[in-house]
């Protein structure tokens, strides 16, 4: 027989090994999205952090915002998640202090693959980097996530696309799907015709993993995104249950 023992006389649920930070903005989170729980297969914790709006995290880099994360990473670890992530790639500003402030793994940015996908290539290949703003994308941000000067990156932005900009960035209430797919598989193809030495492509954008397939099938490189992140992670929290034969 198991035994289980309570983990906290305060909390009367558990299970949600993955806690996510997300922004205080209102855009459709699509199936795919970070911030819609049906992406996952298995259970996720929100934690939205009032005040965040996405120019303040994107064009300001507020730091005034790193306190309201902390203190969401606090309250994501005191209700039983075992790691936290975040659901906006630009909160690489935030990786190093709010993984100090806690007792739990944190990975805040689709970025932190960076480095490891540098491993795997040859010396001569590069990486795109596809971000919901290219132009806001600082060495702050790189430096914060350990990506180093000498990682050749290929970087491009969803900014003058006309649909994911007024959706995303401006909030204005609606997101075409088939839209936004059609102007990220065109960054992405164009990009890698730009510099044929992209080997693998990272969607920083949160927003961005719905179309991960569509921009794998156009230019038959590898997509990272933050979905692989937290995949990833959360397979190292819950380790599979083999069974089979042989």
């Known amino acids: 027989m198991t035994v289980y023992r309570i983990k906290s006389k305060s909390r009367s649920w558990d299970g949600e090994a993955i806690g996510i930070l997300i922004l205080d ?3 459709p989170c699509i199936p795919g999205n970070v911030g ?3 992406t996952f297969d298995f259970p996720v914790r929100y934690k939205e952090v009032k005040g965040s709006s996405i120019d303040l995290l994107l064009k300001e880099r507020d730091p005034s915002l790193l306190e309201p994360f902390i203190q969401g990473a606090k309250e994501l670890e005191a209700e039983g998640v075992r790691a936290i992530t975040g659901a906006c790639g630009f909160m690489a500003l935030f990786q190093r202090q709010i993984s100090a402030a806690v007792d739990v793994p ?3 940015s689709s970025l932190l693959q960076v480095p490891f996908i540098w491993q795997t290539l040859k010396h001569d290949q590069k990486i795109g980097l596809i971000s919901a703003n290219a132009s806001c994308l600082t060495q702050e941000h790189f430096i914060s996530v350990g990506i180093s000067k000498e990682i ?3 970087i491009r932005g969803m900014e003058d696309q006309e649909e994911f900009r007024s959706s995303v960035l401006e909030e204005k209430g609606t997101l075409d799907s088939d839209k936004v797919e059609r102007e990220v ?3 992405a193809t164009k ?3 730009d510099e044929p030495a992209v080997a693998a492509i990272v969607l920083e954008c949160s927003d961005l993993p719905p179309y991960a397939r569509a921009v794998q099938l156009a230019t038959g490189r590898p997509v990272f995104d933050f979905i692989t992140m937290i995949r990833h992670v ?5 380790p599979r249950v083999y069974d089979g034969y042989m």
């Open 25 to 27: 903005a209102a855009y």
């Open 36 to 38: 819609n729980a049906t």
């Open 106 to 108: 944190v990975f805040m």
């Open 152 to 154: 050749p990156l290929v």
């Open 185 to 187: 598989t065109e960054v």
């Open 191 to 193: 990009m890698v015709a």
């Open 234 to 238: 959360q397979s190292a929290l819950v």
